[in-house]
């Protein structure tokens, strides 16, 4: 009997990690129903030996290819009816298989994700984190309108949010890459994962094209999350940052309904810095500005969270590094996504 479930766990020098999720797919309620790849993007540290000692199907890329490259192997390999994609630092909660299964049940599901929670051990990184995940599913309002001061106003509406509460089922736009999982057939028939995307946007890449050539509606479940666990350091998020932009820059070439992500507070604060040098009060201003631009961190240290007045010149940082990235972006695939623009508008190369 064929599985109902294909799990894909992506994995580059994991080793020391790998042996976590593979631990928790063991003890899925699910676990019958379930085939798990681990596809090795060559690596150096014996990840491919750990999964064979856990009794699952290997595959290995020879060099290394990247994230969207290692799931559209995985992809290619599955024999199950749904295919979910974690990393080699995710932990499933022990019913995640059940209840991601449970969610095709209803009618016209495409796929079915669920939350990822940062688990980090102690520290001001571990707590910034918790208050801002970034890990969050992209919401629906996005479908709405792609104008410029449409999407400036998601953007200053969510300066204010603080983390969300578990809810119930919803449908969302695009999950995060993490924990997901698509129709098998669904996904095939829209060709895949667009390997050039090497690292971010590729699991929205594939929402856009999933929402155009065979739309259906995507479930968001609170219950089926999966434990984020990582060292997190100033510099790995900054980094994370830079990609995350470059993915936006890769997104606005190949699809021309795409606007350009800019985030406009790093922008601003800038200028004030430069505009200092000849007006030396306006340093006052660019420093204290980012506590009003981004007014959650103020509103965290009033219920007692001193620590979170820092959270603004974080986010501060992140979002100019993201900007960095998609200028950078813009000019290193220029001419990557001519053929989709000026041939298909925007989709999955052949």
Not at 59 to 70: C, L, P, V, W
Not at 73 to 102: H, M, Q, S
Not at 156 to 169: D, I, K, P, V, Y
Request: with cysteine; aromatic share 8%; glycine share 10%.
């Amino acid at each position: 009997m064929p599985p109902s479930l294909s799990v894909v766990i992506c994995s580059y020098n994991g080793a020391a990690r790998l042996g976590r999720p593979l631990d928790a797919l063991a003890t899925q309620t699910a676990h019958a129903k379930l085939e798990i790849i681990v596809v090795d993007d060559a690596s150096l540290d014996g990840t491919g030996d750990v999964a064979r000692g856990h009794g699952v199907t290997v595959i290995r890329h020879e060099t290394n290819r990247g994230t969207a490259a290692a799931r559209e192997t995985g992809l290619r390999a599955a024999k199950g009816r749904v295919v979910a994609f974690i990393d080699d630092d995710i932990e499933p909660c022990l019913r995640w298989a059940e209840l991601l299964l449970d969610g095709y049940t209803e009618e016209g599901v495409a796929g079915v994700g669920g939350p990822i929670v940062p688990v980090t051990g102690d520290g001001f990184l571990t707590r910034f984190l918790e208050r801002n995940n970034r890990h969050e599913p992209l919401g629906l309002e996005l479908t709405v309108s792609a104008a410029l001061p449409y999407r400036f106003w998601l953007y200053l509406r969510r300066q204010w949010a603080t983390a969300r509460a578990a809810g119930g089922r919803r449908d969302v736009y695009a999950f995060s890459g993490g924990n997901m999982s698509f129709e098998r057939e669904r996904l095939l028939a829209v060709g895949g994962f667009d390997t050039r995307f090497r690292y971010a946007a590729e699991e929205e890449d594939l929402s856009r094209r999933l929402r155009r050539d065979r739309p259906g509606r995507l479930i968001f479940v609170p219950d089926a999350l999966v434990v984020h666990r990582h060292a997190p350091t100033v510099r790995g998020l900054l980094r994370r940052s830079l990609a995350y932009g470059r993915g936006a820059a890769m997104q606005y070439l190949k699809w021309p309904a795409v606007r350009p992500t800019v985030f406009p507070w790093p922008v601003l604060v800038a200028g004030l810095a430069l505009a200092a040098v000849r007006w030396p009060a306006v340093a006052v201003v660019s420093v204290l500005l980012p506590l009003l631009l981004y007014p959650v961190g103020l509103r965290n240290a009033v219920r007692g969270r001193i620590e979170a007045l820092a959270d603004p010149y974080l986010r501060l940082a992140q979002e100019a590094c993201e900007n960095i990235g998609f200028l950078h972006g813009l000019w290193a695939f220029r001419r990557m996504f001519t053929e989709d623009r000026t041939g298909r508008g925007g989709g999955q190369r052949t």
